[in-house]
């Protein structure tokens, strides 16, 4: 190859390593030129490249396969790379030559090598690269994840673009029930379908990513965000393509506009302020779409307050039982108790709805039950030391626990070292929540059951899921939310008359204890006596009273039943 050749070369391989590495982002025609005019200069008619992700896929056929040069003239292979990388990736770089061109000298063969060695090297860290970005920044079932939010936050912070955009935190609503009505896959459809009506709205306007199972995460134009409401107040999807099946889907949704003013120094703080209001969406009870305001700050920052004591005070037993006596209203006679949680701090007693809550939004919660639990069989083996009355007395679980495979086990292991009769402990679990799976609370009922521990539903009629609950679930007791008890103004043939009626009939068939919670007048005695339900828990009889004031109920044995309430 003589000078004038060689330099020729030279300046078309700079310009080929210049498209190939411009710092703000390659140009494929650009490359494609460079490259074409390399492959002229070498009489090349074609040049393809290959990648696989490992040697297996490789093996399989299972690639891409890049034609970056095609003059039409076909030919024979003359060149060919392999490469496999670190991670075991394969690349792969052919060139081929008509027939009825001279073959090459040793000289262009290495030059065309280089060329090919670059190549090879260029589609290697730009495949890995689109590799690496899929695997970070998308879940396994190709929705964006948090990480793609969290840098679209920051890219957008780092244009001084925030303002005029707004972030939604939002959760499917109910879809438990729903994939237990429609199966998963279909459920997995309805999910694809409903994101899918979010980000065509959103567009190139913002970012719709998955955080995990039915929740998502948000960033739009604020232009946008009434028709994203309104498709999250609920629409209906398709799950079922062959049929056209539909199902009308909704969230619960925070939201936070954000303001030119508003001062952004973590993506933390975005997330923090759509997830508080998403969490007063889902267990607001009224509103399904929740705005972000000033109150949430002030209770997120009481959050974060009672979070780093919590320690503390559970080290230091500031956590104490109280008991609320049930009562068997033909005899008056105390035959339980639930056990409930205050927290006792500065001389002045928390009321429970101030610091549950808070505390599940962790595990935390799940410490407390435990504590709880614990100071119950003390007091419980007490009482039997000293040969007091000894009654049932139920301690409340969060849904928290449900995913703990050992929760069981753990149970027993607190009641066993006590040294106490398994009978006199019920675990209490609620069904207001929709986001547990059914197995996993099944597991737990009849797990418990079979180490003779009762167990209770409480809040029955609450939830979304009653019959099936009571249908697929072995309870003992089911505990009749107060909503269901009719009020002194109510008539037999009142709402809350008729379901509460069937209700306890219900119960009653299935061999199930009945207990009314919120008892508070002597009509209402009147109306469980007449409904065959003769458990009774409620403000009429007794409030959650401290350990001390409890026992001394105990000792007195019964409550006097006014019999004028058989005559009301």
């Given at each position: 190859m003589d000078k004038g050749k060689k330099l020729e070369f030279y300046e078309l391989f700079e310009k080929l390593l210049a498209a190939l590495n411009r710092p703000d982002g390659f140009d494929i025609d650009e490359i494609q030129t460079a490259l074409g005019a390399v492959c002229d200069f070498f009489h090349i008619s074609k040049g393809i490249t290959e990648f696989y992700k490992s040697v297996s896929y490789e093996k399989a056929g299972r690639g891409e396969i890049f034609v970056g040069y095609d003059n039409g003239k076909g030919g024979k292979e003359i060149v060919h790379r392999r490469i496999v990388t670190k991670s075991m990736a394969v690349v792969k770089c052919s060139a081929f030559m008509p027939d009825d061109c001279e073959p090459l000298t040793e000289e262009e063969k290495y030059k065309l090598d280089l060329v090919m060695r670059t190549l090879l090297s260029f589609v290697s860290r730009y495949r890995l690269q689109s590799v690496v970005e899929k695997f970070g920044f998308y879940d396994d079932s190709g929705y964006k994840n948090v990480r793609a939010f969290l840098r679209y936050l920051e890219n957008l912070n780092s244009d001084n673009r925030l303002g005029g955009n707004t972030a939604v935190y939002f959760n499917l609503r109910h879809f438990t029930l729903i994939n237990r009505e429609i199966g998963r896959g279909a459920g997995d459809?309805?999910?694809?379908?409903?994101?899918?009506?979010?980000?065509d709205v959103v567009g190139d306007k913002g970012i719709v990513c998955r955080v995990g199972g039915d929740n998502f995460v948000a960033v739009l134009e604020d232009s946008l965000l009434e028709k994203v409401l309104d498709i999250l107040r609920g629409a209906p999807v398709i799950y079922d393509t062959n049929n056209g099946k539909r199902i009308r889907v909704s969230a619960s949704t925070g939201v936070f506009r954000m303001k030119d003013d508003f001062t952004f120094d973590a993506p933390g703080d975005i997330m923090d302020r759509i997830l508080a209001a998403s969490q007063a969406a889902k267990f607001g009870g009224k509103d399904s779409i929740v705005f972000?305001?000033?109150k949430m700050e002030i209770s997120k920052e009481k959050r974060m307050r009672m979070q780093q004591v919590f320690p503390q005070a559970l080290k230091n037993e500031k956590f104490k039982v109280f008991y609320q006596p049930k009562i068997d209203i033909k005899t008056g006679e105390i035959v339980g108790a639930e056990a409930l949680c205050r927290w006792l701090s500065g001389g002045k007693i928390i009321s429970p709805v101030d610091f549950?809550?808070?505390l599940e939004y962790n595990t935390d919660i799940c410490k407390l039950?435990?504590?709880?639990?614990?100071?119950?069989?003390?007091?419980?083996?007490?009482?039997?030391?000293?040969?007091?009355?000894?009654?049932?007395?139920s301690v409340n679980l969060s849904r928290k626990h449900m995913m703990d495979v050992d929760?069981?086990?753990?149970?027993?292991?607190?009641?066993?070292?006590?040294?106490?009769p398994h009978e006199y402990i019920e675990i209490e679990l609620t069904e207001t929540t929709t986001?547990?799976?059914?197995?996993?609370?099944?597991?737990?009922?009849?797990?418990?059951?079979?180490a003779g521990i009762c167990t209770s539903v409480d809040?029955?009629?609450m939830g979304y899921s009653s019959l099936n609950l009571i249908r697929e679930i072995p309870w003992n007791v089911l505990k009749v939310d107060r909503s269901f008890l009719p009020i002194d103004g109510d008539n037999e043939c009142s709402t809350r008359s008729v379901m509460f009626k069937y209700v306890v009939r219900m119960a009653n068939e299935l061999g199930l204890e009945c207990i009314a919670e919120g008892v508070e007048t002597a009509k209402q005695i009147k109306i469980l006596l007449d409904n065959n339900c003769f458990l009774a828990q409620g403000f009429l009889f007794d409030k959650p009273l401290p350990l001390e004031e409890f026992e001394e109920r105990l000792d007195k044995q019964k409550y006097?039943?006014?019999?004028d309430i058989f005559n009301v």
């Open positions: 459809v309805a999910i694809r379908n409903y994101f899918n009506l979010v980000n972000f305001d000033d549950i809550p808070i039950d435990f504590y709880m639990l614990d100071h119950v069989c003390k007091d419980i083996r007490r009482w039997l030391d000293e040969k007091k009355k000894v009654v049932r007395v929760l069981t086990e753990t149970i027993i292991n607190i009641v066993d070292s006590h040294n106490v986001d547990v799976e059914f197995r996993d609370l099944k597991r737990v009922v009849s797990s418990l059951q079979q809040d029955f009629g006097i039943i006014d019999q």
